[in-house]
RNA sequence: UCCUCAGUAGCUCAGCUGGUUAGAGCAUCUGACUGUUAAUCAGAGGGUCGCUGGUUCAAGUCCAGCCUGAGGAGCCA
């Protein structure tokens, strides 16, 4: 079994002063070094040292590339050309499998500052250069996605998934040293009143048609959750300062480049916080995740840049961004979010060159929701940053959502707004949406009659309300959403390991 | 679900107003070379032109239906 290099015997100091036949074991059983701390630590130039990985490039029958996946960056072994038997030479192929102990010595030659002069190698995995479907060459995001199962050995998809990581550690870094708990709401949920989509059933009967849901499993209809935030809500009335962080299902036929049916989705909640509490922290969070990855993914997003300008390279003028991404991560993170009520987002449409012109498909009037393509004028062409719109008219939001009155942050003489909010990206639209929740009990069970939501189904949700209510609020972010912006990914399918789509459940 | 576009070799694509045996680059395989950077050079193999039906002397090319994918829209995160 491998040893990690937690204890005794493995530090660089040891692999140093033992010298070349240092090994945590038997060459076999020796545990390797991550190639992205063989290419980074200093120390170890002139050490003996192991590593493992898959091939990508094989070059002259003497140098590998190797990339293990801890890092973009490949590891070049150096093959002794005399001392390799033709028959391990031969299955070094593309995605082949290898572990090699060597030397790691300085590079002669340019592109690399260390390369491993390799004394000992084994093939752990062949690899059949005419099947294997990934070669060493461009291709499509769309055969990519095929391909699912190994994309992850490409540049891009290694760089978008390590970013992954970091922002999904980056979110439980920031509500933890914020007092947030991370609250585990149920996958599995009863109640399909929460209006937030179509939902997938969950079942154990052969066949639901006709058959009476209390000879079910749950002995009631049970589906897979579309949001953690009814839940939430009661962890944040007990717990103060709760988050969710998990997945979330909707079986809506949605086919775009920002929609999936199984999505991960971040929703804190905050008792003693109104909104523009709940402001705060999502532009606190969105910063946060940011510079972190700006901190931690450097060699991921810089390739990613590279790989967004020349994307944008294809595009015509008028469609290209007026920054890179690395460009704008820095901007988004350094300049404050726009804030605006829905009533100012209204004016401002209307008074739009787009909207004088008539060169928007959908009317701008108050009361109507705003459309992607006012969205985007916003975000895009109006601020040029994230905005935040505040005071929707409560018509078209949800029940919980807290109804404004005068005074409150997006009230309107023009109709009932409530205290909604909404963060816009640039390029991705509605990256989260949160409110103020309604913690008035009459005022929640109003709205919820005005809405047909049955009293009984959420008895639990207004108890919160019966008994110390407090004013509170939270939001939705979508992790895939945010992902997407920070890696410059233009469909979401290229940002979350396995999709899931209407018709598409592959892997 | 709606609108638009696309589907030709493993991949990316060309194939004109229908007309001999369907092409290129890359990849793969074989050989050469051996300090290379997606190495280079030479050669070889590789096709149900998405599927079904129709029009025609003749269909990769035209028509219809279906399937799959992409872009946009709606729903939303």
Same mark, same amino acid.
Request: charged content about 25%.
């Given at each position: 079994?491998?040893r990690?290099?937690?204890?005794?015997?493995?530090?660089?100091?040891d692999?140093?002063?033992a010298?070349?036949s240092?090994?945590?074991?038997?060459?076999?059983?020796?545990?390797p070094? &991550?190639?992205?701390?063989?290419?980074?630590?200093?120390?170890l130039?002139?050490a003996?040292?192991?590593?493992?990985?898959?091939v990508?490039?094989?070059? =002259?029958?003497? /140098?590998i590339? $190797?990339?293990d996946?801890?890092?973009?960056?490949?590891?070049?072994?150096?093959l002794d050309p005399?001392g390799? +038997?033709r028959?391990l030479?031969?299955r070094?192929?593309?995605s082949a499998?290898?572990?090699a102990?060597?030397?790691?010595v300085p590079?002669?030659?340019?592109?690399?500052?260390v390369?491993?002069?390799v @004394?000992?190698?084994?093939?752990?995995g062949?690899?059949d250069?005419e099947?294997?479907?990934?070669?060493?060459?461009k291709?499509?995001?769309?055969f990519l996605?095929?391909?699912a199962?190994l994309?992850f050995?490409? =540049?891009?998809?290694?760089?978008?998934?390590r970013?992954?990581?970091?922002?999904? %550690?980056?979110?439980?870094?920031?509500?933890h040293d =914020?007092?947030?708990?991370?609250?585990?709401?149920?996958?599995?949920?009863?109640s399909?009143?929460?209006?937030?989509g179509?939902? /997938?059933?969950v079942?154990?009967?052969?066949?639901?048609?006709?058959t009476?849901?209390?000879?079910?499993f749950?002995?009631?209809?049970?589906?897979?959750t579309?949001?953690?935030?009814? #839940?939430a #809500?009661?962890?944040?009335?007990?717990?103060?300062?709760?988050?969710t962080?998990?997945?979330t299902?909707?079986a809506? !036929?949605?086919n775009?480049?920002?929609?999936?049916?199984?999505f991960?989705?971040?929703?804190?909640?905050i008792?003693?916080?109104d909104?523009?509490?709940?402001?705060?922290l999502?532009?606190?969070?969105? @910063?946060?995740l940011?510079?972190?990855?700006?901190?931690q993914?450097?060699?991921?997003?810089? /390739?990613?840049?590279?790989?967004?300008a020349?994307e944008?390279?294809?595009k015509? #003028?008028?469609q290209?961004?007026?920054?890179?991404?690395?460009e704008?991560?820095r %901007?988004?993170a350094?300049? &404050?979010?726009e804030?605006?009520?829905?009533? #100012?987002?209204i004016?401002?449409l209307?008074?739009?060159k787009p909207?004088?012109k008539? @060169?928007?498909?959908?009317?701008?009037?108050?009361g109507?929701?705003?459309?992607?393509?006012?969205e985007?004028? $916003?975000?895009?062409?109006h601020?040029?940053?994230?905005?935040?719109v505040t005071g929707y008219p409560?018509?078209?939001k949800?029940?919980y959502?807290r109804m !404004?009155? +005068?005074?409150d $942050?997006?009230?309107s003489?023009?109709?009932?707004?409530?205290?909604?909010?909404?963060?816009?990206? *640039?390029?991705?639209?509605?990256?989260?949406?949160?409110?103020?929740?309604?913690e008035?009990?009459?005022q929640l069970?109003?709205?919820m009659a005005?809405m047909?939501?049955?009293?009984k189904e959420?008895?639990?949700?207004?108890d919160?309300? @019966?008994?110390?209510t407090? *004013?509170?609020?939270? %939001?939705g972010?979508?992790?895939?959403r945010?992902?997407?912006?920070?890696?410059g990914?233009?469909?979401i399918r290229?940002?979350?390991p396995?999709?899931?789509?209407?018709?598409?459940?592959?892997?």
């Amino acid at each position: 079994m491998p040893r990690w290099p937690s204890g005794e015997g493995c530090s660089v100091a040891d692999a140093r002063s033992a010298g070349p036949s240092f090994l945590c074991g038997p060459f076999e059983h020796a545990m390797p070094k &991550p190639i992205r701390e063989v290419l980074t630590n200093e120390a170890l130039t002139g050490a003996t040292v192991t590593v493992a990985g898959w091939v990508r490039t094989f070059r =002259n029958d003497r /140098f590998i590339a $190797l990339n293990d996946g801890s890092t973009i960056h490949n590891l070049q072994l150096v093959l002794d050309p005399e001392g390799t +038997p033709r028959e391990l030479v031969d299955r070094i192929t593309t995605s082949a499998a290898v572990k090699a102990t060597g030397e790691l010595v300085p590079s002669p030659a340019s592109g690399q500052r260390v390369e491993l002069q390799v @004394k000992e190698l084994i093939v752990l995995g062949d690899s059949d250069g005419e099947t294997y479907p990934i070669q060493p060459k461009k291709h499509s995001l769309e055969f990519l996605r095929e391909q699912a199962h190994l994309r992850f050995r490409t =540049n891009t998809f290694g760089a978008v998934f390590r970013i992954r990581h970091q922002v999904s %550690f980056g979110i439980h870094e920031y509500f933890h040293d =914020n007092g947030f708990f991370y609250f585990h709401s149920p996958i599995i949920t009863a109640s399909d009143a929460e209006g937030a989509g179509e939902m /997938f059933r969950v079942t154990t009967l052969e066949d639901t048609k006709g058959t009476d849901p209390s000879e079910d499993f749950f002995e009631r209809v049970t589906n897979l959750t579309v949001s953690g935030q009814l #839940e939430a #809500e009661l962890g944040a009335t007990a717990l103060g300062r709760v988050y969710t962080f998990g997945p979330t299902f909707r079986a809506e !036929n949605s086919n775009t480049a920002r929609h999936l049916a199984e999505f991960w989705m971040i929703e804190p909640e905050i008792a003693f916080a109104d909104l523009k509490d709940d402001m705060d922290l999502a532009e606190g969070l969105c @910063k946060h995740l940011i510079r972190r990855v700006l901190e931690q993914s450097a060699d991921d997003l810089a /390739f990613l840049d590279k790989r967004y300008a020349d994307e944008e390279k294809q595009k015509p #003028e008028a469609q290209r961004s007026s920054m890179g991404l690395i460009e704008r991560l820095r %901007f988004v993170a350094d300049n &404050p979010f726009e804030r605006i009520t829905y009533t #100012e987002a209204i004016r401002i449409l209307q008074d739009s060159k787009p909207y004088k012109k008539k @060169k928007f498909q959908f009317p701008v009037e108050w009361g109507r929701d705003l459309q992607s393509e006012h969205e985007r004028y $916003l975000v895009e062409k109006h601020f040029n940053k994230p905005v935040i719109v505040t005071g929707y008219p409560a018509a078209i939001k949800a029940f919980y959502m807290r109804m !404004n009155g +005068p005074g409150d $942050l997006g009230h309107s003489d023009q109709g009932p707004t409530v205290a909604a909010m909404d963060v816009l990206f *640039p390029g991705i639209g509605e990256i989260i949406g949160g409110s103020q929740r309604e913690e008035r009990l009459e005022q929640l069970k109003e709205r919820m009659a005005a809405m047909d939501i049955p009293e009984k189904e959420l008895w639990w949700y207004l108890d919160t309300r @019966k008994f110390g209510t407090v *004013p509170h609020a939270g %939001f939705g972010l979508g992790l895939e959403r945010f992902v997407q912006f920070v890696t410059g990914m233009g469909n979401i399918r290229d940002v979350i390991p396995f999709p899931r789509t209407p018709g598409s459940a592959e892997f």
